[in-house]
């Protein structure tokens, strides 16, 4: 548990477990959380090999573990997915999910039935290269973080092209291969710019307002931030992808906390585990945070060794019950935190 | 065609540069993976003892630069949990390290300490192995072996994690003797124990709980986990032991400085690199030459390899285009020479599946042996294997490879003839050495175009893809198929 002087994040537990198909996860990338606890987790799958494509898909739970179903699958043909790499949801309970290989967006019925697509590959206005994000603003508008562009641009639910900004540098407004981006209450954008090591702020016109964030693994200092998200408070919770952690920012920009992952086993997985009562007594006698032996990129090395750790954390989602969900993307779950003011 | 005769290429070798870019061609195809005309053009402007000491420091260079992008638009590669992911991940590797020699030397160490996926059922601990030899594999060789028996992969492949004080387990020990270090026939079995029980007490962590995990391939509930080396001292066996005439309280680290002191692991390890480096036919002049240096220097392997590459025997023309490409050598280089998979492609994995395909499962070799190597990469099935997924990466002329081999050859001439244009091509590809016949057959593919233009607006995207047949042509001759 860390506490600041005005806030408190605890974390909860872990939603999640390795399925191909059905109830789990494999290689979860976004979520986008619905109405009464929904979650819908976006699933990247395994290689684009044949026998690996149906892994690619939305599965569809809830916060507390309940499992709803699944739809989706991996091709190239209406509504599948090849490169999945986000998901959202509009006010009418659509949801839309970007491809950054097929260079789309599709869009589907809160059940999962396909409806429309749109998106095309290029880098004039209008056009999108790997898009890496899909937020929307709070006046319906959608935003795209159009990652081999290194842009931030902004469509109507069909796709017609409203507008953008950004080049590819390391000044302020510019980008490089942006991941995430989320807005606030107002419509303020915040950008995950990746390579940069930085995290921009942005009017909803897009004129620039600020940045943070140096290249490091030290307090406050990013490796590769892919993805944030912000309060109401005016927290920032940003994972910082390259050094296998999230950090939260307080409104006066002080590091507020550092989430390195406490997950354990959801629900889901303690049913297998009873299934396999040997691998379940040689897990609870095995040391589990074992020392690594590190070499090259300690911190990854370390979240490939100790289970609990953040591997891979590709996306943060906040509720409005002050629930924190980090898509822990090479563990194939979600871990829940809380905060508490 | 057939890829047999000593020499390759016969009399009638056709020579297309001067002495120093063939030379330097030969040493980045064996020290590397198919070098573009450029690398070429660098080296021998660098000067080639300046390039040998260059490839021998792959330190000096930055390491994979794309690391981070791949991770992230490979997220099955950031996990490394599936096979063909982590096979994918070593095609990028070899595609785009800047240390080509790093690569070619996990290349050679992953086949002569050759585990394997099928077993371990954990892909990112044979990556990390290749790692390992990333690190060390031009360091000194009992350096090597000790970071081998520190291994997880290697701790799990031979048993050693069932090596107790109390009930030895001979598997790593005897391997290490037999195919690792010295060969069969330069120790007895008495050895054999005595260097298992040397190695008692060296595991990894949680030995019971991973050994089930990977008995039933099972990634519950939340993926693979890293192994980690332990050692227990309360496991080893720390009494008197002799081990190659040397008595004591013998630990694995004894055992391998005793190892490395033979003059059977110097002749072993001289022999396999010059199997891998040199040619598939044993010279034991040249052997005993890269033996010697490996005794001089207390098992060096970095100058072992120095005295191989700046020897007379490596610039033999008798050896040069004498190895058959192995398939990760022949599917990475041509993509590094057509300048594919630059940045992260799903395509990635055909490439892996393109080597598969043609026998040599990358991370899972068939036994602990590796791969038979030479003429046995090549069978009726996988020659075509070959030649199609060579052909169909020189197929598209956007790529940047295949351009910078394209604008190459137009400086060769506006208007090319068929015998100049093949010619051009062999030159923009770095292949300075063919055989009359390989000449002939790509002259006749050009006879029905006659005069290739490339100074007309309305002939340049049709000249541009003669070039493209051209190449595709040259990827399928014997030359191409050996380095």
């Known amino acids: 548990m860390t506490t600041t002087a005005t806030a408190t994040f605890s974390y909860s537990h872990t939603v999640g477990f390795l399925a191909y198909r059905g109830r789990g996860f494999i290689h979860p990338v976004d979520l986008t959380l619905g109405d009464g606890g929904v979650m819908y987790v976006l699933n990247r799958g395994g290689a684009e090999s044949v026998g690996r494509l149906e892994l690619k898909r939305v599965c569809v739970c809830t916060a507390d573990e309940g499992y709803i179903g699944e739809w989706g699958t991996g091709g190239t043909e209406d509504g599948q997915f090849w490169w999945p790499s986000a998901i959202a949801q509009d006010g009418d309970g659509r949801l839309y999910v970007s491809d950054e290989s097929l260079q789309r967006v599709n869009v589907f019925s809160p059940d999962g039935e396909f409806i429309r697509q749109w998106g095309e590959t290029g880098d004039g206005p209008g056009q999108i290269n790997r898009p890496a994000d899909i937020a929307f603003a709070p006046d319906g508008t959608l935003l795209v973080s159009d990652g081999m562009n290194h842009r931030i641009q902004r469509f109507t639910v069909d796709g017609e092209y409203l507008g953008g900004w950004g080049s590819y540098g390391a000044q302020a407004g510019q980008f490089n291969t942006p991941w995430r981006l989320a807005c606030d209450a107002r419509g303020n954008v915040f950008v995950a710019d990746w390579r940069n090591d930085r995290v921009q702020a942005f009017t ?94 300690h911190h990854r090395e370390t979240s490939a060794g100790v289970e609990a750790r953040f591997w891979g954390p590709t996306a943060v989602n906040l509720d409005d019950e002050g629930r924190i969900y980090i898509v822990d993307s090479c563990r194939h779950r979600v871990q829940i935190y809380r905060k508490s003011s | 065609m057939t890829l047999t005769g000593n020499p390759p290429l016969g009399a009638a070798r056709i020579a297309l540069a001067d002495n120093a870019s063939i030379r330097a061609a030969h040493l980045l195809r064996r020290a590397g993976f198919t070098p573009t005309r450029a690398e070429i053009d660098r080296a021998v402007e660098r000067g080639y003892e300046a ?40 095609m990028y590797r070899i595609i785009n390290s800047q240390r080509p020699l790093e690569e070619k030397m996990a290349l050679f160490w992953h086949g002569l300490f050759a585990t394997a996926y099928g077993k371990l059922n954990h892909a990112k601990a044979v990556v990390n192995q290749t790692h390992t030899f990333r690190r060390h594999g031009l360091g000194k060789f009992a350096d090597i072996l000790v970071e081998l028996s520190r291994d997880p992969a290697m701790i799990f492949w031979l048993d050693n994690k069932d090596n107790h004080r109390d009930s030895p387990n001979e598997n790593y020990g005897r391997e290490l003797l037999e195919l690792f270090s010295m060969g069969i026939g330069n120790y007895t079995e008495a050895d054999v124990k005595a260097a298992a029980r040397a190695f008692t007490g ?164 068939p036994t602990v042996e590796g791969w038979h190597t030479g003429m046995e990469w090549i069978d009726t099935g996988n020659l075509v294997e070959r030649i199609n997924a060579a052909g169909a990466e020189m197929r598209d002329t956007a790529r940047p490879g295949v351009r910078a081999i394209i604008e190459r050859v137009k400086t060769r001439g506006n208007r090319l003839e068929p015998r100049p244009l093949a010619e051009a091509c062999l030159d923009a590809m770095g292949m300075f050495e063919v055989s009359d016949g390989t000449m002939n057959s790509l002259v006749a593919l050009a006879a029905p175009w006659g005069e290739v233009r490339f100074d007309r607006d309305d002939t340049v995207a049709c000249a541009e893809e003669r070039v493209v047949e051209m190449l595709q042509l040259i990827v399928a001759s014997r030359e191409y198929q050996l380095a």
């Open chain 1, 204 to 297: 909803p016109e897009g004129r620039f307002v600020g940045q943070w964030g140096v290249s490091g693994d030290g307090k406050g200092q990013l490796n590769r931030p892919s993805s944030l998200a912000v309060d109401d408070d005016g927290y920032i919770y940003v994972a910082d992808w390259g050094n296998e952690r999230v950090q939260i920012f307080a409104p006066d920009g002080e590091v507020a906390a550092i989430l390195l992952g406490d997950a354990t086993t959801s629900s889901w997985a303690e049913d297998y585990l009873a299934a396999n009562p040997d691998e379940q007594r040689a897990r609870r006698e095995a040391d589990l945070a074992p020392a690594v032996n590190p070499w090259r990129d």
């Open chain 2, 202 to 365: 060296w595991t990894i962590d949680n030995t019971e709980y991973m050994s089930i995990r990977a008995s039933r391939d099972s990634f519950w509930p939340y993926g693979r986990i890293d192994w980690q080396f332990r050692y227990r001292e309360d496991d080893h066996d720390d009494t008197e032991k002799t081990f190659l005439g040397h008595t004591g309280p013998l630990s694995g680290h004894d055992v391998i400085d005793i190892i490395v002191q033979q003059p059977a692991t110097a002749h072993y390890i001289a022999g396999k690199l010059y199997n891998f480096f040199v040619s598939d036919r044993p010279d034991e002049e040249a052997i005993g030459i890269m033996a010697d240096e490996f005794i001089r220097t207390d098992g060096d392997i970095r100058a072992v390899m120095r005295r191989m590459f700046l020897s007379d025997f490596f610039a033999d023309e008798a050896v040069r285009l004498g190895r058959v490409k192995s398939p990760a050598e022949l599917v990475g280089g041509t993509a590094r020479l057509a300048g594919s998979h630059q940045s992260p492609e799903w395509t990635i994995s055909n490439l892996a599946m393109d080597v598969n395909f043609m026998g040599q499962e990358i991370l899972n070799p």
């Open chain 2, 51 to 90: 390039t040998v000491d260059e490839l021998l420091h792959p330190e000096a260079r930055p390491d994979l630069e794309i690391e981070d992008l791949i991770r992230r638009y490979h997220v099955d590669q950031n996990s490394l949990m599936l096979l063909e992911s982590s096979q994918g991940y070593w």
